[in-house]
């Protein structure tokens, strides 16, 4: 709302109320293009930097007295809730061992304890093309925007870890939107660009389960987001569970990151924590949770594909 001061119209000392009233109409006119002219001018939006963690194969350990989310983890929500400029979350998958109510419902209450929503992709366990997960939680595919970017949530496991159809008609209306974002985040569940004969090949995933024997991220998906022209950012959620070697994974493919995290060996727990800035870029964070300092999680281009391994 305007609040618009007149000032007295000396003209209005005669004793002609039409002069008078025309006047001050006048007045009015004038301010009230002045107004608009300011108004319809370009303004630059203010984007302020902020932070959103990501933390994969959250139930972590089978066995355990709450059938939800790791302990651990939720034992460092307070660091959380104490994060600057935290805005969100996302879970990246197998988020619960058993997909029943009594799972989900331990989940939405740990998550309670949470200061900022949170997000949910589905991995295996998950089983979001059942009744159980969609009528709680909806659709497993989406989008939603941050500040000046574009967050993309996929679900490899409707294709045997392949994106097509329905998801890959998703995507690509998602992808020509992104001239108008700095950044997009992609989350998933599965490391689609594994395979067993290419350079990945070490760095296994939690799981093969539902995997086709060929899968579309590197000859398909990835040229699009390649081409993109916006640093892109992949976070995948299937490792770091108990006897599995890989617990943390990263590498860069031109202006798309590749990065898997997860927990439930016990030794090596971790998330991320991911700092953006509009100006500068964008920064992703380790956090371990058996007591080892956060620290940045690439390395130098030169040492990539980079992977924190428990065993050879």
């Not at 058993?98 to 939405?108: F, G, Q």
């Not at 392949?162 to 939107?177: C, G, R, V």
């Not at 299937?238 to 990065?259: E, M, S």
């Amino acid at each position: 709302m305007y609040f618009i001061y007149i000032a007295p119209d000396f003209c209005s000392l005669c004793n002609d109320p039409d002069m008078h009233t025309i006047r001050l109409c006048a007045r009015i006119l004038t301010l009230a293009g002045i107004l608009m002219l300011f108004s319809s001018c370009p303004r630059k939006a203010v984007v302020e930097p902020y932070s959103f963690f990501v933390a994969g194969h959250t139930y972590g350990v089978k066995e355990k007295p709450i059938p939800g989310l790791h302990m651990p983890f939720v034992a460092d929500f307070e660091t959380l809730n104490n994060y600057p400029d935290l805005h969100f979350g996302v879970l990246t998958g197998d988020i619960v061992y058993y997909s029943r109510d009594t799972s989900w419902s331990n989940v939405d209450r740990q998550l309670q304890k949470l200061n900022v929503p949170v997000y949910f992709t589905t991995g295996n366990h998950d089983e979001g093309h059942k009744q159980v997960y969609q009528e709680r939680y909806g659709i497993t595919y989406y989008s939603f925007e941050q500040g000046t970017d574009l967050c993309i949530v996929l679900n490899p496991g409707l294709g045997g870890w392949n994106i097509w159809n329905e998801q890959m008609n998703f995507l690509k209306a998602q992808m020509e939107k992104v001239p108008h974002y700095k950044h997009v985040f992609l989350f998933f569940h599965h490391l689609v660009w594994w395979d067993d004969d290419n350079e990945y090949s070490n760095y296994r995933p939690n799981s093969l389960d539902g995997r086709a024997p060929t899968v579309n991220f590197l000859s398909e998906v990835l040229p699009m987001l390649q081409a993109c022209g916006r640093p892109v950012y992949c976070f995948a959620g299937d490792v770091g569970a108990a006897g599995h070697p890989t617990v943390f994974f990263a590498d860069k493919r031109d202006n798309v990151y590749l990065i898997a995290s997860g927990m439930g060996n016990q030794r090596k727990d971790n998330y991320l924590i991911v700092d953006v800035y509009p100006e500068t870029g964008v920064e992703i964070k380790i956090r371990w949770l058996q007591g080892q300092d956060a620290g940045p999680s690439f390395p130098a281009d030169e040492e990539l594909p980079f992977g924190v391994r428990l065993f050879p």
